[in-house]
């Protein structure tokens, strides 16, 4: 049999295929200690042989018998803390009583240093404070020694010369030095694999917890993507209308109106731009009325109706076009108007419906995988937060109302495309939490070196069982194909990239507000 063969039988001797990784070196590091014990016992056997000591060569012979039961019995009912525990206090007191035998400190070369290897083993408890008795008793054994001393030396003598006596002496320091040495090494470098093969596990398990939670909701992520596509679906559907009824009004208007005329409606069209502003339900209704007087003073039906148009085509009053041309042509003009600013929000919107499928596709990569490593920008907070807005747009009608209050203020420094998906999420989340009815209010103001955002919903709140839970991994309160319940996680993790932070605070009736900290861009 090879010394490798032996070794490993000595490092499975006791192992469960139950035990963990922390178990099995207690274990191995208790076996080791029982072997270094018994190896002193068996060379100071022999050294009492040697000097015709045959009586006192009992106590170390009927240590290593003592230490076999011990292992036997250990295999045969697997107790391995009595076990450890009646081996430890083997190899701490028969030293001493050892020694006593022998006639003393200078006879007996101080043996009782051996009992420092059960003071090693002891580290196997894994029980600082069971380890700490177990040094006093140590201590107190030692200071004992020293008032038994004189004692002992006169009345077992073993007729060792000087040199024979500091011989043994150097060798018990020798050997005990070399085995405690080893066995600490021992358990600090088994530890430390351990505590690295922990780390490894758990990593593979959150890996597969994600995986197996993005499974289970297949679903909703199959929503989250289906939304942004059924918006690029029904925006081109709209376009094969708009396409053909463009050119029937545009036709039109050019045989009804003169070369001026011609020319001012081109320049309305060409230098008109839309708003970037999100513009608030009430806002929005305030608008209408006052363009809809304005029409009425013109003579026009259905003037509401014209009045929306033209407030959905960013303009707040009636161009001075429109009043030089008869009703029946103005009502064509406001529709050619709003087709043609129509067209472009809905290439608009195709555009962020693309982006947010994107977003989405590559949410899902940082959350399985980790935070994009994208360069860090200067982000305005009103593009970024009203860009938002606009997506969601056609979800807030007239039962949602947005308040948005983000003055102008210094650039925060981050991944602009995360931050948008920050959001993206906190928005999507109020909505959904007041069932698309009620108000959101959006405020950010400067706080030192940071920039702090607060999203406030008027929904029920969120349940206190969960609110311990809702900024961990997977946590949803949502029905199956509401979200993915990846969100607030991911959110948190981003932000936190950011180095922001993110928090909230939640009443239930009463709504919920999250807070949002970015740090201040270093642009001038």
Known sequence: MQIKDVLGAINRFGISPEDDFLTKNRKRFAMYGGLAMSFGALMWGIICLYFGMYEKSIIPFFFILLSLFNLLYFRKINKFESAVLSQTFFALILPFGFQWHLGGFSASGCVMLWGLVSLAVSLSFNDLRLSSIWLIVYLVLTVVSGFLDSYVVRNADPGLTHQSELFLLMLNILLVSVFVSILIMFFVSENKKSYQALERSKMQLIQ???????????????????TPLATIKAVAEEETIYGRDIFKRFFKIIHAVNNDQLE??????????????????????????????????LGMSNPRNYASKLVRSDFFSVP?????????????????????????????????????????????KVYIHNPSESSVENIDLYDSISSVLFIYSSLMKEEVEVKLDVPELPKVSGYKDQLSLV??????????AMEFKGTIEIKAAKLDKFIRVSIRDTGPGIDPSVQDMILKDIVTTKSSGEGTGI????????????????????????????????????EK
């Open 208 to 226: 597969s917890e994600r995986l197996a939670a993005l499974g289970t909701l297949s679903a909703g992520i199959a929503h989250e993507i289906n």
């Open 264 to 297: 001012q409606i081109g320049q309305l069209i060409l230098e008109h731009t839309l708003k970037k502003d999100f513009l608030s339900t009430p806002e929005e209704r305030r608008r209408i009325s006052e363009l809809t007087v304005e029409l009425e003073k």
């Open 320 to 364: 001075d076009v429109l009043k030089s041309l008869p009703n029946v042509l103005v009502t064509d003009l406001i529709d050619l108007l709003y087709i043609v600013f129509q067209r472009e929000k809905n290439f608009g919107m195709m555009l962020s419906a693309t982006e947010k499928a994107s977003r989405i596709v590559r949410a899902l």
């Open 423 to 432: 959001w993206t999420n906190l928005i999507m989340n109020a909505l959904q």
């Open 487 to 522: 969100g607030l996680s991911l959110v948190k993790k981003m932000i936190e990239s950011q180095l922001g932070r993110i928090w909230f605070e939640s009443e239930p009736g009463k709504g919920t507000t999250f807070f949002v900290e970015l740090p201040v861009s270093s």
